[in-house]
């Protein structure tokens, strides 16, 4: 049983010697602790930390702390030979991306050189630290279609490397990349078991929802954010409404070639940094989809050069594979790399500035990875330059749905509560807080967003993150109590259906409906004036912009906020059409109105505005008529131009013409409440239905006021000489037209005699307002049309306000008499 021991002392020696960042520094010594508190029995643990952090500087040093404690026996695993090759690399001396800074350099051991004599000898070395990097695929116990030559016997070694690893007593396992491995739990699980290994140390970005309660430390991408550890992600976006790829890849060059110059004005004022080109990173849909955007690329007006554009995907040749492995190089060509799904993880270069996700990224773990690739800094540290410090993701059809998800950016995943102490001495207790549970992870985004959960890519299997109500920190959440009253509720009763009352007439209320009859449209009613007045909106050129939105985060009373801060927006570059296009183009969106016949009248008339609209829009030289015109400036004008037709239209002169529709009141049967007020025994409330009334034809009634509503309902239920009367809502079918709208009246009433009366009730104070005076009107218009057309009898309307209605003293002849109806 091997043990390890907690160093203070040698965890600040060796983060000293690599030059740890300080979450790197935290997440070594977590991960110490954990390895002591197991005491020498297997463990498995999970170190997560956000990408571009530097994951490879902790696996470095911890394996370095290892060898210092006596441990000679190191496995480090990785998913496949992308990542394979760059862990390679970092303990390279000859490679730029070696990682500097162990007391004890270890010999390297691979899948290439373990049945070499000299590793053999090595084997054989019990003070030699030998580090083992294979492919997860290299360890599973080979089948009858797959071998592994780990697991054969080696005339050099004398045994199966395998088998070799299986006798150690100090083998410790370490997996690059560790989230990758649940697709294959079963198989990697028993490969590394069967090892019997002292621990199994996982390094992630973004943990597999099933390995949380395994994580011994953490830190979001929002905190390596705020520190200052990577880049800030910025949303770029148009409001134009254009999000066709072909806009999006040259919106994409155009911010690669803004970016291309802010890394060089930078290394003019910062003389030792070294030089750094930007490049593009585009993932798309599929291997055909991958060509294509190359092609695109490749061509005039966005990168311009086939040899600059490298397309990555499973059939890659081993040439294009090695000029991915060059693209920091500064005799590297490649300004873009185009993918499918090939550089989700392990490959880190610090170039990459601009993103473009032409598919659709299918969790929250793939678009963390894949804005991933660009999140390291060019420089190895923020320089205070925006364009250098930022990676911009490009998603003209997806911002809202990134912008909704930046807190993904801080959330922190729910960990079992059991904390690990180290005491002085160095021995570690685990004590587990009361009454937790091991949290249970929950999708969190909206079907279909860049981040959505529930949209599983058949790559990726089922990636899940934890989540809480909307707007809630995770961290924060707590479970939803279910609370029972103990006091019995008295029983609602339960609505049914409103009806008339029995005996009550329908009503016919006669709508009047205008119909409008236009004269025929010809475009010589529009003058040349107009046409100019509205083409001298489009005398400038109109530029579009592409906007720019960081997501930056701050830390906040011990918290991590995600803040949007806007940014300098960009000039997109457009296609420019010469004159006559756009010539066309305008007589052309005249004679495609509905209303223009294509008579050589109106052909004839639709250029003369076109020429009139141009000269308004500063067409008035040769020198004008030969300068091009931008598509943004294009597309307004075409739209300006169509709009002065629309509005010639529309200024034509029109007739009217009244028909009357019958409309059966009340509309039944709907619901009303048992306990409703009566109207004789109970206070007025507003909005409240009353029920107790004598001549409602409904059985209930609510009122909006006191003094008009309710006292005309009161003087209409009383007054012998009214039969029946109705209450009309602005919901209902029974309105009359006005220059402005619909007119809803607050009654209908039916007198003894047969007649029809519609009645308005009207405050004081409102009984002279202009737009009540406009109703009253139309409506004494509307009577009047009713009673000559004769098909529904007499209608008459009564328009009263406060006063009227005190006058009235509760009789209906004396509001008669207050208010002269006409």
């Not at 773990?365 to 390291?376: D, F, K, S």
């Not at 021995?427 to 949290?439: C, D, L, R, W, Y």
């Not at 279910?482 to 009550?504: F, H, K, M, N, Y």
């Not at 059985?699 to 006292?711: G, Y």
């Amino acid at each position: 049983m091997f043990e390890i021991t907690y160093d203070e002392a040698l965890l600040l020696e060796i983060a000293a010697r690599f030059d740890l960042r300080e979450p790197n520094r935290l997440a070594l010594a977590e991960v110490v602790k954990a390895l002591v508190a197991a005491g020498g029995s297997f463990t498995e643990m999970v170190a997560d930390l956000a990408t571009g952090v530097g994951k490879t500087f902790l696996l470095s040093s911890l394996i370095d702390y290892l060898a210092a404690q006596g441990v000679r026996h190191v496995l480090v695993v990785t998913p496949n030979s992308t990542i394979q090759t760059k862990t390679l690399a970092n303990f390279d001396e000859a490679s730029a991306k070696y990682v500097a800074g162990a007391e004890t350099v270890p010999f390297v051991i691979t899948p290439e050189n373990f049945q070499r004599t000299e590793v053999g000898t090595v084997l054989r070395d019990p003070e030699r630290l030998k580090v083992f990097v294979f492919n997860v695929q290299q360890l599973i116990r080979p089948s009858d279609k797959v071998s592994r030559r780990v697991r054969e016997d080696d005339e050099t070694l004398g045994n199966a490397l395998y088998a070799y690893l299986e006798n150690t007593e100090d083998l410790f396992v370490i997996a690059d990349e560790h989230h990758i491995y649940h697709e294959k739990a079963k198989a990697f699980s028993k490969a590394i078991r069967d090892l019997h290994p002292v621990a199994l140390v996982g390094l992630t970005a973004t943990p597999d929802a099933a390995d949380i309660p395994k994580i011994v430390f953490q830190y979001t991408l929002g905190e390596a954010i705020a520190d200052g550890h990577v880049k800030v992600p910025v949303i770029v976006y148009r409001k134009d409404g254009t999000k066709d790829e072909r806009t999006q890849l040259a919106d994409a060059c155009q911010l690669l070639r803004a970016k291309d110059d802010a890394y060089t004005q930078y290394r003019t004022v910062a003389a030792d940094a070294p030089r750094v080109r930007p490049v593009l990173f585009v993932v798309c849909q599929s291997i055909e989809h991958a060509g294509q955007v190359g092609q695109m690329l490749a061509g005039p007006g966005f990168i311009g050069d086939p040899s600059a554009v490298l397309e990555i995907t499973s059939q890659s040749s081993e040439v294009a594979l090695q000029a991915l492995a060059d693209v920091e190089r500064l005799d590297s060509p490649i300004r873009a790399i185009v993918s499918v799904n090939m550089l989700r993880e392990g490959w880190d270069v610090k170039n990459i500035a601009v993103i473009v996700a032409l598919r659709k990224l299918a969790s929250q773990t793939l678009t963390e990875q894949i804005l991933g690739r660009g999140l390291r800094l060019p420089f190895g540290q923020r320089t205070g330059v925006p364009m250098v410090d930022q990676v911009d993701l490009v998603a003209h059809d997806s911002y809202q749905a990134l912008l909704s998800q930046k807190d993904v950016l801080r959330r922190r995943l729910q960990l079992p509560a059991a904390q690990t102490e180290v005491d002085a001495q160095g021995a570690a207790t685990t004590t587990p807080s009361a009454g937790t549970s091991s949290p249970v992870p929950r999708p969190v985004a909206e079907p279909g967003s860049l981040f959505d959960p529930l949209a599983v890519d058949p790559n990726q299997g089922d990636l899940f993150t934890m989540a809480a109500e909307p707007d809630e920190d995770p961290a924060e959440a707590t479970p939803v109590l279910v609370l029972q009253e103990s006091q019995q509720r008295q029983a609602i009763p339960t609505p049914g259906p409103r009806v008339r009352i029995e005996g009550a007439p329908r009503i016919v209320f006669p709508r009047q409906e205008a119909k409008l009859v236009t004269a025929r449209f010809s475009l010589s009613d529009v003058h040349d004036g107009d046409a100019e007045a509205a083409g001298a909106r489009f005398i400038r050129e109109v530029p579009t912009l592409i906007f720019r939105d960081a997501l930056d985060a701050r830390r906040r009373n011990g918290d991590i906020a995600i803040v949007v801060d806007p940014q300098k927006s960009e000039e997109a570059q457009q296609e420019v059409a010469s004159l006559d296009t756009v010539r066309e183009e305008l007589t052309q969106a005249i004679m495609r109105q509905p209303e223009v016949t294509a008579e050589r009248r109106e052909k004839t008339a639709a250029r003369r505005l076109v020429t009139a609209f141009l000269r308004g829009a500063g067409v008035t030289s040769t020198e004008q008529a030969a300068a091009e015109w931008g598509q943004h400036r294009r597309q307004q004008a075409i739209e300006g131009i169509r709009q002065l037709i629309r509005t010639a239209i529309g200024n034509r002169k029109q007739e009217r013409t009244y028909v009357l529709t019958p409309v059966p009141l009340p509309l039944e049967p709907v619901l009303v409440d048992p306990a409703a007020p009566h109207a004789y025994e109970d206070d007025y409330r507003k909005g409240v239905h009353f029920q107790g009334w004598k001549k409602n034809i409904m059985p209930t009634a609510s009122f909006d006021a006191k003094s008009t509503e309710w006292a005309l309902a009161q003087l209409l239920d009383r007054d012998e000489e009214i039969t029946w009367w109705l209450r009309v809502y602005t919901t209902g079918q029974a309105f009359i037209h006005t220059d402005t709208g619909r007119y809803f009246p607050d009654f209908i009433a039916i007198d003894k005699h047969g007649t029809h009366w519609v009645i308005e009730g009207k405050s004081d104070a409102d009984a002279r307002d202009t737009s009540v005076l406009t109703k009253k009107a139309a409506a004494e218009r509307w009577s009047r049309f009713i009673r000559d057309d004769e098909q529904f009898g007499t209608w008459r309307y009564v328009f009263a306000s406060e006063t009227h209605i005190k006058q009235a003293a509760g009789s209906w002849n004396g509001l008669l008499t207050a208010t002269d109806p006409q």
